[in-house]
């Protein structure tokens, strides 16, 4: 009997911690699976009291954080600053949002300032799709400084693949100083590979701002970078390579074009498509249970003879039972997506985002009247900056703007664009085409790029293109470095 209370009393125990540790976060439970996730900046700070020594914990941001909001408390220790012979065991997945105002300022030297001041400390683990805006870092005794970690990964080599460390898909702007050993703009020191050959690194990352080691002795060991201040073996840094990335934009005029087809083309279509090998197709004039599409999810039909590729809709306008749109499908996990309204003029029109592991892809098909146009593309522009203007991702554009490449509408788009498809290719109407209004966008954020393939589709073996549809589809195949 007492064994029986004895279990049941450890067993409450152990629930009730469970318990306090998910109260500190806004959802999850630590796990790949579930992890936690974090909305303020309590429970940006609540990451550091939820680690383990022994095993990965998950994280994922759910919104911009200001640190400001800590008050006076907002002098940012790291996660884990290497006193205690131990990293920080974490899966940070910034989710594409930002860290801002990060303040770290330390100079006594009595308590003695711990080594790797920054956002996490030693890294054992992952930091991916973050970016940290306005940090300010002042550290004039200490080296291992860095903006999101002073270490990534173990100084000798390990038998625990676990105790390396990335940070990928990263940015950071500000300030930050040191005071000797390693001063980097994304971190103070990249560590050896695992002697399994796991590798700690940085990729896709870049530092933006002001960047000093102020120390003042003499020393060989003082190093400073934009990036590390050193990377201790060449391995731990593999080549970059460029993220390519495959675009289709179609007009599909509802699957209703082609006579042969009077229940829609979608056998056609899904096998042309399947031909492409595309990484995202997106789709205008889309009918989801309408009656003239004979209460067919046009979207999901497609998908299921795509052998499941993920998709969303976005409805406009309903229509006969049903509703009118745009859509996305692809043969990627669609990480998430939102729509919007646009100002329109008598037909609704909006706009479909949708982001993906390492880019944003948006899907449009503007109105008809010219001037209204324009104000879409106004309206479009302001949200992609408002949403991602800070973000890593590269974000495209692709839809029907019915706007001719003269038109005062494309003319606004360039401000901000970057026209992928030719001007010159023609796309409409699609058994004598003369004029080109369908397009793929590039939000210019100063990015590396490469056109290896810019093209409107005029024959396919599985397909006939000019009765398919009334458009021509546009593809594009870009690279990112």
């Not at 809709?313 to 996990?333: K, M, R, W």
């Amino acid at each position: 009997m007492k064994r029986s209370i004895v279990i049941l009393i450890i067993s409450l125990s152990l629930a009730l911690l469970c318990k306090a540790s998910d109260n500190d976060f806004a959802g999850g439970d630590g796990t790949q699976e579930s992890p936690w996730q974090i909305k303020t900046a309590i429970q940006l700070d609540n990451v550091r009291k939820n680690l383990s020594t022994t095993e990965m914990k998950y994280f994922k941001l759910m919104n911009d954080i200001d640190l400001k909001d800590l008050g006076v408390n907002n002098n940012w220790m790291p996660y884990a600053d290497g006193s205690k012979a131990s990293g920080a065991y974490m899966d940070f997945n910034g989710n594409g949002y930002v860290i801002k105002n990060m303040h770290i300022e330390r100079f006594s030297e009595n308590p003695a300032v711990p080594n790797y001041q920054s956002f996490a400390g030693v890294l054992w683990g992952k930091i991916q799709n973050l970016g940290l805006v306005n940090v300010y870092i002042n550290c004039p005794t200490v080296g291992g400084i860095g903006a999101f970690v002073g270490y990534a990964g173990s100084a000798t080599p390990s038998d625990n693949d676990f105790k390396t460390g990335v940070i990928e898909n990263c940015y950071a702007t500000g300030y930050v100083s040191g005071g000797g050993g390693t001063v980097g703009g994304v971190a103070g020191t990249i560590g050896r590979p695992s002697d399994n050959g796991v590798m700690s690194y940085i990729k896709n990352c870049y530092f933006s701002g002001e960047l000093y080691n102020v120390y003042k002795g003499s020393s060989t060991t003082v190093r400073t970078g934009g990036i590390a201040g050193i990377v201790y073996a060449n391995e731990n840094v593999p080549p970059t390579e460029p993220d390519t990335l495959t675009i289709v934009s179609y007009n599909l005029y509802h699957f209703g074009n082609n006579p042969a087809y009077p229940n829609g083309n979608y056998l056609p279509i899904s096998k042309f498509l399947q031909s492409l090998n595309p990484d995202v197709v997106v789709l205008q004039e889309l009918d989801s249970v309408t009656t003239r599409s004979k209460g067919v999810y046009q979207l999901h039909q497609l998908s299921y003879l795509l052998s499941g590729w993920d998709y969303r809709f976005a409805g406009n306008i309903l229509y006969q039972g049903g509703s009118y749109g745009i859509g996305t499908i692809t043969p990627h996990p669609i990480l998430q997506s939102s729509s919007y309204f646009l100002t329109s003029s008598s037909e609704q029109r909006g706009f479909l985002i949708t982001e993906f592991d390492k880019y944003i892809v948006i899907c449009t098909h503007l109105d008809l009247v010219a001037a209204t146009a324009k104000i879409q593309a106004q309206e479009i522009t302001a949200k992609v900056q408002e949403l991602y203007g800070n973000s890593p991702k590269p974000v495209f554009l692709a839809g029907d703007l019915n706007s001719l490449p003269t038109s005062d509408t494309m003319t606004e788009f360039r401000k901000n664009w970057i026209q992928i498809n030719p001007s010159g290719g023609f796309t409409i109407p699609a058994n004598a085409p003369n004029r080109c209004i369908d397009y793929i966008l590039m939000f210019n954020k100063g990015q590396n790029y490469k056109i290896l393939q810019s093209q409107v589709i005029t024959d396919s073996p599985v397909a006939t293109m000019s009765v398919e549809s009334d458009h021509l589809p546009v593809m594009a195949t870009i690279e990112i470095y």
